[in-house]
């Protein structure tokens, strides 16, 4: 969110960042020369919509942010006139607020009924963070805390996504893997479907492999001759 006012020098705004699906809160934007006009507008000239603001002292404003159920970057700048209401040239007096989606979280993690790839479930839709090389397994994966290598434990894998929140992980020759492993899936290595701000998670997550719903049966014949006793 970047704010421009006319006739004052804007320092700073807090909060600096604000969750998408945070119900309406202020904004505290602190300056100078800030006039109780009776009129204050906080204008977002991106996305044209206009929010109210309120004069607190000459350092200090609030505007009143609604809910945004999708994460944005807003470029504002504070109306003090209704007829008056442009910058002067060269004044450079703008501050960010960022309205972010946080990046989905591994939920759970289970292998497939032919135990040949696993299936790992976020809370929300996701795509990789980058397109490229995007089914290359070590974007995603990473050595538990218990020293064991990802790689070991899912061999040459593969990995893709599909039905928007699950990550596909296709086990490679020489995988390990087997129920109650643990794997560690990386911080800020997707980001929510369809928003233009995700916030990344700074730390990896760990979770424990649930064995397959419908474990495959293994037929059993055994031949050989009669026994006699």
């Keep these: 969110m970047v704010l421009i006012c006319f006739v004052c020098i804007l320092s700073g705004i807090s ?47 609030q505007c009143l942010i609604p809910t945004f159920n999708q994460s944005v970057r807003l470029q504002l700048r504070v109306i003090f006139s209704e007829t008056n209401n442009q910058p002067p ?12 989606a946080l990046e989905p979280s591994p939920v759970s993690i289970t292998l497939k009924d032919d135990l040949f790839s696993v299936v790992i479930k976020y809370n929300a839709t996701v795509e990789p963070v ?16 218990n020293g064991v290598k990802w790689n070991e434990q899912v061999g040459d894998a593969h990995c893709y996504f599909i039905d928007g929140d699950s990550l596909i992980v296709e086990l490679g020759i020489y995988a390990t893997l087997e129920p109650s492993a643990m794997i560690a899936l990386k911080g800020g290595a997707v980001r929510a479907r369809g928003e233009t701000i995700t916030k990344p998670r700074t730390e990896n997550k760990e979770l424990l492999v649930q064995g397959p719903t419908n474990p495959p049966v293994p037929d059993v014949v055994i031949e050989g001759g009669e026994s006699y006793g």
């Design 15 to 61: 909060p600096t960042e604000i969750e998408v699906r945070s119900p309406p809160f202020n904004v505290t934007i602190t300056g100078e020369n800030f006039v109780d006009s009776g009129y204050i507008q906080c204008f977002d000239e991106l996305n044209l919509n206009s929010f109210e603001g309120f004069f607190i002292n000459a350092t200090s404003i």
């Design 89 to 100: 040239e060269g004044v450079n007096t703008e501050v960010e607020l960022d309205v972010f």
């Design 130 to 145: 980058s397109a490229n090389d995007a089914d290359n397994c070590s974007l995603y994966l990473d050595n538990n805390s």
